[in-house]
């Protein structure tokens, strides 16, 4: 009998964490719906800069696709995930090659997508571990379903970090250039691209050679995926 009574109480308990489960990704989903077509007043990055009384003050504008300049869009592609189009998004061929690179003894490379950086980036919170990892990568998924490209793109370019406190790509070309984001050149554009990897380190008005070597490799890649049409692919 007490086995049968122990048996009912632990089913009961997975059945409510089962439940639980299901409701905390019907949220998520929602949320990600929500978003499609309202834009996200703010990010987990932002409220995590904000929490952390860092200065200078957070520095962030929304502003529309429209409104950006295409070099851009073309910028972070070229430097963040040329497969952007095609994926959908995970990109699991640079994964595996990720993975087939570092069990030959080579560092352990990233190889997140402009929509997996974009879940982090709204959703959850800086490190490398494997769970965050997994649940960045079904967000990613779920937010690549539910969003079109333009989409991805346009919140990505609004809540991604381009220096200390600086969000989004309107704040970014108001503060290092006094342009609105709509007028960037190319080669504007790939210096705010260039830093993306880890904007806190790498700096746009003080470009280090590793900084200046890549806005040089960011332009070349964005003269080759201009003549091959990547936006109008999008």
Known sequence: MKKKTKNFFVQRILRFFLWCAAG?????????????????????????????????????????????????????????????????????????????????GEGLRGASTITQQTAKNLFLWNGRSFVRKAVEAGLALAIDAIWSKRRILEVYLNIAEFGPGIYGVQAASRTYYRIPAGVLSATQAAHLAAVLPNPKRLSVRSPSPYVQERVAWIEEQMGQLSRWGYLDAL
């Open 24 to 104: 905390a990704v019907a949220l998520v989903l929602a949320v990600i719906l929500l978003f499609r077509f309202v834009n996200p007043p703010t990010s987990a990055f932002m409220l995590g800069y904000q929490l952390s009384d860092e200065k200078p003050a957070l520095k962030h504008e929304w502003v529309p696709l429209p409104e950006i300049s295409e070099w851009m869009a073309l910028a972070v592609m070229a430097s963040e995930d040329q497969r952007f189009p095609e994926h959908h998004g995970v990109d699991f061929q640079a994964v595996h090659k990720a993975v087939s690179e570092y069990q030959a």
